[in-house]
């Protein structure tokens, strides 16, 4: 393979927690119910889909802005300064930099959430490029828009290309539109392991398995 395709969130760092701690300290201070149940509906959503539908699910006087500025400052000082990168990712990445192959992050987190936390841990500079599902007006439920837009970023055919994903909701999406798709093991996707072991062309259990 000529490039490699990177979710970011459960896939190279151990950061799903973030947004479930995040939400449910939010819900807390709102004193909404529901938490759990509701944070699985909204796995999927982008930012801005979760906090329209917090909103319009308990009118709440607030504005998307609001909501988000409120969301924003909790889930960006855990990035930059808890969020780990999964075991065995540096070395992985260093190894695939060297080998030359071109590698892009394509995710569904905002720039000024990750951007610290990648310096921090030593990702920027291995990168080709890092991309966002709001940058291109996407999601990963729906369309490939954002795999797509990093194939073209690094001049590559799709069949040129691995992705790596941890959920669900993108596996699907990429065998959809014909993508090779490698799943990452992630704790908040166990309940769909048996879904993912069947979509995807191979399941890694630890990032120290992959050869």
């Given amino acids: 393979m000529k490039g490699y395709i990177f979710d970011l969130d459960g896939t190279l760092l151990d950061s799903q927690w973030v947004w479930k701690s995040s939400t449910v300290e939010i819900f807390e201070e709102l004193r909404l119910p529901d938490v759990d149940e509701l944070y699985l509906e909204m796995r999927s959503f982008s930012l801005e889909e979760a906090n329209d539908f917090i909103i319009e699910r308990f009118q709440l ?14 889930v960006k000082e855990k ?22 192959i071109k590698m892009v992050i394509a995710t569904a987190s905002e720039k000024e959430f990750i951007l610290g936390c990648l310096d921090r841990l030593g990702i920027t500079d ?26 073209k970023l690094m001049h590559l055919n799709k069949e040129e290309v691995i992705v ?29 392991r ?3 072991q069947q979509l995807a062309d191979r399941y890694i259990r630890d990032w120290n398995e992959f050869c």
């Fill in 194 to 196: 048996q879904q993912i």
């Fill in 126 to 151: 291995l990168m080709d490029h890092i991309i966002t599902t709001s940058e291109y007006n996407t999601n990963k439920k729906d369309e490939a828009v954002i795999y797509d837009a990093a194939c």
């Fill in 79 to 100: 990035y930059d300064h808890l969020v780990k990168a999964k075991d065995g990712v540096l070395e992985k990445l260093k190894a695939f930099h060297e080998a030359k």
């Fill in 164 to 192: 790596f994903e941890d959920a669900l909701h993108a596996i699907e999406t990429l065998k959809k539109n014909g993508y090779r798709v490698y799943a990452i093991e992630d704790d908040d996707e166990i309940d769909h």
């Fill in 61 to 74: 006087p607030y504005t998307r802005e609001e909501m988000i500025e409120r969301v924003s400052v909790k």
